[in-house]
């Protein structure tokens, strides 16, 4: 029987087809048999709303007209002939497959020569990747998820699993029954804080100050590994003073968490030997998303919480590639296989490649790029299944953007995007079900996906931008006939990596289709780290209250997150009946009393404001603190209404951290 791998979130489930249907896997350890309504119903969406045909069009007020793939093509080659590489980008996506990333990754920097190749990742992961190289010294997840069988005491920080990753959350729940224990910390109280052991609900913009307030108490108290922190940690006493320096009061009233719900929290940390932090878009999607992140590994690092079973900081990537596309080199901020821009990494590529185009230093990042095209400085665009003018943070900038871009070109399976209004060429894909290859799940394990349906004269991703390169005339380079022969050279290539520990390399692509691979294995083996010393890095962390803040004007915080049922633009789930049934696209949520003081009743249509747009959505009464409000990312309208400030490092935006208004429709 035909097995493969979803396509949705980052757990990564294995499903068995039988007569077109989908049904978890058993014998598969990530998720044994389990799966969600929106796994297995994608044989409903492969053949729905599909862009089947090369489209091609002058201008955006123009229709679109029938092509071929070689003229179009033809045409793009002469185009990025034309124009100098730094005036070229790649705007890429989770939804890959990890040759689709390799070869579009070799393309863009290796021959075409522009940095600027990135993905949509960014403005989900790019927050924990920086933590993680920053603590130590390596784009590497500590944790595996079979690790809650171990823990003793599990807390989710700006992760609602329970609509996002819902496997995971299932073994949560089985685990608990044995046992673990479960802190949930946000300001919603979300599907997964009815599940949990204590729901703290945090204050928006305050993770920083709790995480500091439970490390100086740590300290203070003398909770901490001693040991470890003497011969597997850097600058602890310079740490351990600016922490000491902070008011335990003030960074307790911050949080809005009362002084005995903070005691209980308190002493289930202390009592639990086995300790994991696990997070999602609430911790990574911040102005100040990186210096959470830091906040969590201080704390695994200072009471020793990690490189054992059952403890430590682990991220939790949305989109079922993210994990792939860090591999493989898919960030504007790496060349390729977890390489940095150095003048000895560009040489040992350049070489593997055989070329002598690579750029020598970082290209934009996702909305960096949208910002040169919005000074009129990008001139073609090549945006590979995602949806950036959905996606992306204040989206009237982002549309004025697009339209400044000569050439706009789409890759995508589906035909309802919000791109493609902007889009001078659109190319067809295959989606889920006919393409081939292999994807990195949220703890380093790589399987492989198949292909169980007919690909109709469609091509896959990697295909497109193979052919891309021949028309280029870069022959050697891109002759490739197979998923399989991308995968061993890409597999060849992460022998590059630092110390060879991206070990990729000792997979087996046809025992991927029964044999998950897991990469990294004891990679921090005996408390070594991948820092210059082999020691854990601890930085003193402090809020800073950077985002957007409420005024009189505009007295609500916005959040964004996903509901259950839905993914991303809704270009597959809308168009499935059973998936419209759990929540409708297109709600707010709001405490009961604001919504009594502004005369709301449940099911009023309000519009809502910020400083950028406005929309209108259904009111839906929830437990979410005073002042905040929900809106899922299933609304079409949200980014219109979100802030696009974005981490100085990480260069994520600060999607969750909106001021907005509120106004009844009479």
Request: a neutral charge; one cysteine or more.
């Amino acid at each position: 029987m035909e097995q493969t791998v979803c396509a949705y979130c980052g757990v990564g489930c294995k499903f068995e087809i039988n007569n077109n249907k989908l049904k978890g896997l058993k014998s598969y350890p990530i998720n044994q048999g389990l799966s969600c309504a929106k796994g297995i119903s994608q044989t409903d969406s492969i053949y729905t709303n599909r862009l089947l045909t090369p489209q091609t069009r002058v201008s955006i007020n123009d229709n679109f007209h029938s092509s071929t793939y070689d003229s179009v093509l033809t045409s793009i080659a002469h185009k990025i002939k034309q124009t100098g590489p730094d005036r070229i980008g790649f705007y890429l996506s989770g939804q890959m497959l990890n040759e689709d990333y390799y070869v579009a990754n070799k393309l863009a920097k290796g021959f075409i020569g522009t940095p600027h190749c990135d993905t949509n990742s960014r403005t989900c992961m790019a927050s924990a990747v920086m933590g993680y190289k920053k603590s130590f010294g390596v784009d590497y997840v500590p944790v595996r998820m079979s690790d809650i069988e171990k823990c003793n005491l599990l807390i989710l920080i700006g992760a609602n699993v329970a609509e996002a990753h819902i496997v995971f959350a299932n073994k949560i729940k089985k685990a608990q029954k044995k046992g673990l224990k479960v802190v949930v910390i946000d300001p919603r109280f979300t599907l997964t804080a009815k599940s949990a052991d204590l729901y703290l609900p945090l204050k928006v913009g305050t993770d920083i100050d709790l995480l500091n307030l439970l490390s100086l108490r740590l300290i203070e108290d003398g909770y901490t590994d001693h040991n470890f922190i003497k011969h597997h940690s850097n600058h602890f006493e310079s740490y351990k003073k600016e922490l000491l320096a902070l008011d335990k009061k003030t960074l307790l009233k911050s949080t809005n968490i009362t002084e005995e719900t903070f005691k209980t929290f308190y002493n289930l940390f202390v009592e639990s030997e086995n300790i994991i932090t696990a997070w999602t878009m609430g911790i990574n999607q911040s102005v100040q998303g990186v210096d959470k992140n830091l906040a969590i590994n201080n704390l695994h690092i200072i009471t020793g919480q990690i490189n054992k079973q059952g403890s430590g900081p682990l991220s939790l990537t949305g989109q079922p590639n993210a994990m792939g596309g860090r591999e493989v080199g898919g960030l504007s901020t790496t060349l390729a296989v977890h390489l940095d821009y150095s003048e000895e990494n560009c040489q040992k590529v350049s070489k593997f490649w055989n070329t002598n185009s690579l750029p020598k230093n970082n290209g934009l990042t996702a909305y960096e790029m949208i910002q040169k095209a919005h000074d009129g400085d990008l001139d073609i665009l090549i945006v590979c299944h995602t949806d950036p003018v959905y996606h992306l943070p204040h989206r009237t900038y982002v549309e004025e953007a697009f339209k400044n871009i000569p050439l706009v070109v789409e890759i995508n399976a589906y035909a309802n995007s919000e791109t493609a209004s902007f889009a001078h060429i659109r190319l067809p894909a295959v989606p889920f079900g006919q393409k081939e290859g292999t994807q990195t799940n949220l703890d380093r394990t790589l399987t492989r996906v198949t292909a169980f349906e007919e690909k109709s004269g469609i091509l896959q991703d990697w295909e497109i931008f193979a052919k891309l390169g021949l028309e280029l005339g870069y022959t050697d380079a891109f002759d490739f006939k197979t998923s399989k022969e991308v995968f061993e050279e890409y597999q060849e290539m992460t022998k590059l990596s630092s110390e060879g520990h991206l070990d990729i390399y000792n997979a087996d692509y046809d025992a991927l289709s029964h044999t998950p691979y897991i990469w990294g294995e004891n990679l921090f083996k005996n408390n070594t780290f991948m820092t210059v010393n082999k020691k854990a890095n601890l930085f003193f962390i402090e809020n800073k209250n950077l985002s957007e803040q409420p005024s009189q004007e505009y007295p609500f915080i916005l959040l964004t997150g996903r509901i259950r049922d839905q993914w991303h633009t809704g270009s597959k789930t809308t168009q499935v009946e059973k998936l419209l049934k759990f929540k409708s696209l297109d709600f707010i949520e709001i405490d009961k009393e604001d919504a009594k003081k502004l005369n709301i009743k449940e099911g009023d249509k309000v519009k809502v404001s910020s400083r950028r747009a406005t929309l209108v959505a259904t009111v839906v009464f929830a437990k979410i603190n005073s002042k905040t409000v929900f809106i899922p990312i299933s609304h079409r309208g949200i980014n219109y209404l979100t802030d696009d400030k974005i981490d100085p490092l990480s260069k994520e935006p600060d999607y969750n951290h909106s001021a907005v208004k509120i106004e009844k429709i009479d």
